[in-house]
């Protein structure tokens, strides 16, 4: 490590003044550790240029880049970050521009239009002053586990500081002859390059600031080029941004190209539709419907009181086997410019607060400004948790702001700072002795023992008891013995291998050869169902699933039968290996081919006869690799007997790290028609914690890719309307298309769901289905049918009809899919029958 030097990416790729290269040795080092290589997460994305730190946590998948850095990471460097772990916030790629060829234009309400260039740029007077920035998001998971806003989730580490170098704003301003409130002048905008986002009329990141606050010379605006004494780095704005001390990171625009003094507020689409926070009783909905993005009181700049705690961190474990001295550590920041007083600990649930000894790195400017955080400890003995339920903290800034109990949730999830709440454990150490551990609300990590926050877990439940299904499954029929016809043919294991894709597909059960090519696109469990165990012995698949009547139909596919070897038999090719979905950059857990053993971490309780199981994937980096549309088998042997499940789990490819199984149990002796009660969800209600459990997948024959684009077995098509139908737990699969459509707002699919249960109480999903037509009235109607109905209920009583279809269903098209899950007389005796008398076809019914 001692011999790394990393030369400028600035200077060399983009054509900034010379600057030394970076050498660890070098007392600068720790003020950049600069990332060296390119991320492979980047590899195949327009930002594949742009050189990243791995430790970095990615909070909207690999593009564009949204991180934020560990909480052990961002404060071990103390008061000063480095900008590879600087948090990022990007709306789309990093563009790739020359420090030669840029140009800031100042127009608009001036004397004198400019045209500054970055040499020019350089050569006026500049300050340099430390500064922290925050990201109006910051904290925002806590608020999207108490209900989903329209915003990715942040963690508490949204926020870093470093030293900007830069000239004053206003001496730009001056240079230019800008013009006076009175002539006019009230307002100065500012935009990054056109054409870098998809939204809005030039597709540039654009804001605006008050004339008072960009001629302010207490509010130190500036014009940045050098982060912590070098040249910016691409993700931070090379070659200049805009820095707006005190206020969020929204405002300082990035890239700058263009200063516009205008006599109104920048017109920009981010401007308005961005960096909002709105009554909470403001949905998505509300807000476009009256107008609130452009209501001018609920706009965010000043930042507000905030603090959280980095020490305890999340799933930390102390030893009770001796009372010592703990130091509680934490950071603090305000906005405005005004100074943090104090930092406070309460362990009574805030009956008494404990006043935290304040690291205060800055001195104010020369007008009483402080721009920056705090940092701030509190020693502690450890039996002090003992007789603690939680550790909260909060601060207070001079103006005597400090921060509220509970969150208040927005439509934005901005903003959020609330006491920053910690839970206290019971926790057995390995060797036996008496601990405790923490758990914080809401961390972007799995913590190290395999928790997540207390926040999730509430809400984990929550949607939980929203979604249990109401009755077990039918048990599996015993098995039906198939005959071999004399004067079989014979096959080597070898032979069946090489057997194993669309084209030729066989497979092995109890011992005899089968040849199941003919049956793929017949099945109804798609032909994903059998070719993943193409070329295999599928014999423990076949029986945990599959009933009589499907046993009896393997006579009609019969090859002959398995034998060990034949002594004539050549060396056979060695099978095709089924491509991957995934890219190479990625670690996808799900193998199509070979069941996987994953461990349980954690048995989250429900309710009285459900639970949470969660498994750890192969590292914290895998994704579990099921599309949407699809589901995985879970395998179990139960006494003696191969017993096989579909499950879709409720956590996603976005949760790297884990597999999330909700399931209800059904106990022996509760149900009437199923005495024995359900054999897997007993099977998993008897598993602790580190035992394994078995999954394969994905399967399934449908796929919902995106923006209308779907695959269902071979064919590829697009989709503009989805008519759904569900009954009872048939909704799951449903919900999941439904959800993928609606948080892409460029996606223009519109759905309408019917969706059947005996009574109101046996709705699942109901808030989350009532929430998202709510929010997106013109892309989803939800309509409900129950044949048990309440008085005064507003939708429909009895059942699902061919008329109540085609009075809330899209007529038949060949962009208009049907999709449908429920029990089986549903399903084929109202569903399939119905649609098909709308003029729907068979190529045009998805059936879960």
């Known amino acids: 490590m001692a011999s ?78 480095p900008p590879s772990i600087h948090f ?8 790739k521009i020359s420090w030669s060829s840029h140009r800031i234009e100042v127009n608009g309400l001036v004397n004198t239009p400019i045209s500054i260039s970055m040499d020019e740029l350089i050569a006026m007077p500049s300050i340099t002053l430390p500064v922290t920035l925050v990201c109006a998001g910051n904290r925002r998971k806590e608020e999207n586990m108490v209900k989903k806003s329209i915003g990715f989730n942040w963690g508490p580490c949204a926020t ?11 001496d730009i301003l001056l240079k230019a002859g800008i013009k006076t409130p009175d002539e006019g002048a009230n307002f100065v905008s500012f935009r990054g390059p056109k054409g870098e986002l998809p939204k809005g009329d030039d597709g540039s990141y654009g804001t605006s600031l008050t004339y008072t606050k960009a001629m302010d010379l207490a509010s130190d605006v500036i014009v940045a080029y050098k982060q912590n004494g070098r040249w910016l780095t691409p993700d931070h704005g090379f070659p200049v941004r805009i820095v707006i001390p005190g206020f969020i990171g929204g405002r300082m625009v990035k890239w700058l190209s263009e200063i516009t003094v205008t006599e109104t507020e920048s017109n920009n689409f981010y401007h308005y539709h961005d960096n909002r ?43 009770l086997a001796q009372n010592q001295p703990y130091t509680i550590k934490g950071y603090a920041y305000s906005g405005g410019g005004r100074k943090i007083i104090r930092a ?19 001195k104010p400017n020369e007008y009483g400004k402080y721009w920056c955080w705090v940092h701030w400890d509190i020693e502690v003995q450890t039996f002090d948790f003992l007789k603690a339920k939680e550790v909260l903290c909060r601060a207070w800034d001079e103006s005597m702001n400090t921060q509220p109990t509970v969150i208040t949730w927005n439509v934005m999830g901005m903003m959020n700072n609330c006491y920053f709440r910690i839970k206290i454990l019971p926790h057995t150490l390995p060797d036996g002795t008496m601990g405790l551990r923490f758990q914080h609300p809401a961390p972007v990590e799995v913590g190290e023992l395999g928790g997540i926050g207390w926040r999730e877990e509430e809400n984990l439940r929550q949607q939980a008891l929203a979604s249990i299904s109401a009755g077990p499954a039918a048990p599996v029929a015993p098995p039906v013995k198939v005959e071999a016809p004399s004067g079989s043919r014979t096959f080597t294991m070898a032979e069946v291998a090489e057997h194993n894709t669309e084209e030729s597909c066989w497979f092995v059960h109890e011992g005899k050869v089968y040849d199941a090519t003919p049956f793929l696109e017949e099945h109804p469990g798609g032909a994903e169902s059998i070719l993943i165990v193409g070329g295999m012995d599928a014999t423990e698949d076949f029986n ?37 979905t995934s890219t190479s950059t990625e670690l996808v857990a799900l193998n199509p081919r070979e069941k996987i053993s994953l461990r349980m971490t954690e048995r989250i309780e429900v309710s009285p006869n459900s639970r949470i199981y969660r498994f750890a994937l192969p590292s914290p980096e895998h994704k579990l690799g099921l599309p949407c549309g699809k589901h995985l088998f879970v395998y179990a042997n139960v006494n003696g ?35 024995e009660g359900g054999k897997m969800s007993q099977y998993l209600d008897s598993l602790q914690v580190g035992d394994e459990i078995t999954v394969k997948g994905p399967v399934g024959h449908f796929v919902y890719e995106g923006r209308g684009a779907y695959q269902m077995h071979k064919h590829k098509g697009v989709a503009k309307h989805f008519s759904m139908l569900a009954g009872g737990t048939g909704i799951t699969p449903v919900y999941q298309v439904m959800k993928a459509v609606l948080k892409d707002a460029d996606d223009t699919t519109t759905m309408s769901l019917l969706y059947a249960n005996n009574g109101e109480e046996d709705i699942l999903l109901r808030e989350e289905l009532d929430e998202l037509a709510n929010n997106h009235p013109d892309r ?33 098209a060949s962009h208009t899919l049907g999709l449908m899950c429920g029990p089986p007389g549903l399903l084929n005796n109202v569903c399939v029958p119905g649609l098909e008398a709308m003029g729907y076809t068979k190529d045009t019914l998805v059936l879960f």
């Not at 406070?344 to 800055?362: M, P």
């Not at 149990?665 to 149900?671: E, I, L, T």
């Open 780 to 812: 989803l109607k939800v309509w409900y049918v129950l044949s048990k109905a309440p008085e005064g209920w507003q939708y429909s009583t009895g059942y699902i009809t061919h008329d109540l279809m085609k009075e809330k269903l899209f007529p038949a």
């Open 544 to 580: 945990a699933i599959h009933s009589s009547k499907a046993k009896a139909m393997l006579k009609d596919y019969y090859l002959g039968e398995l034998v060990e070897s034949k002594a004539s038999t050549a060396e056979p090719a060695k099978p095709q290996p089924v491509p991957s």
């Open 160 to 170: 870093s500081t470093t030293y900007w170098t830069g000239v004053r704003l206003r």
């Open 641 to 675: 007997e191969s017993v096989m499940r579909a499950y879709t789990p409720i956590s996603s490819d976005d949760d790297k790290g884990k597999l999330d199984l909700l399931i209800k149990v059904y106990f022996k002796n509760q149900h009437p028609n199923f005495p």
């Open 344 to 362: 406070e600990v309460s362990l009574d649930d805030g009956e008494t607060w404990r006043l935290a000894e304040i690291k205060r790195f800055e």
């Open 277 to 319: 926070v709105m009554p909470s009783h403001v949905d998505e909905a509300l807000a476009k419907a009256e107008g609130w993005w452009f209501k001018p009181d609920f706009i965010i700049n000043d930042l507000n009181i905030n603090s959280a705690v980095a020490r305890p961190w999340h799933d930390e474990v102390i030893s």
């Open 88 to 95: 990022v916030r990007n709306h789309g790629a990093v563009p």
């Open 4 to 81: 790394v030097v990393v030369p400028s990416l600035a200077h060399n790729l983009l054509g900034a003044p010379f600057e030394a290269p970076l050498a660890v040795a070098e007392d600068d080092w720790k003020l950049h550790v600069p990332a060296v290589d390119i991320d492979k997460k980047d590899a195949d994305t327009p930002d594949n240029w742009v050189p990243r730190d791995p430790r970095i946590l990615r909070l909207t998948g690999r593009h564009p880049l949204n991180c934020e850095p560990p909480m052990d990471h961002l404060m071990s460097y103390g008061f000063i970050t």
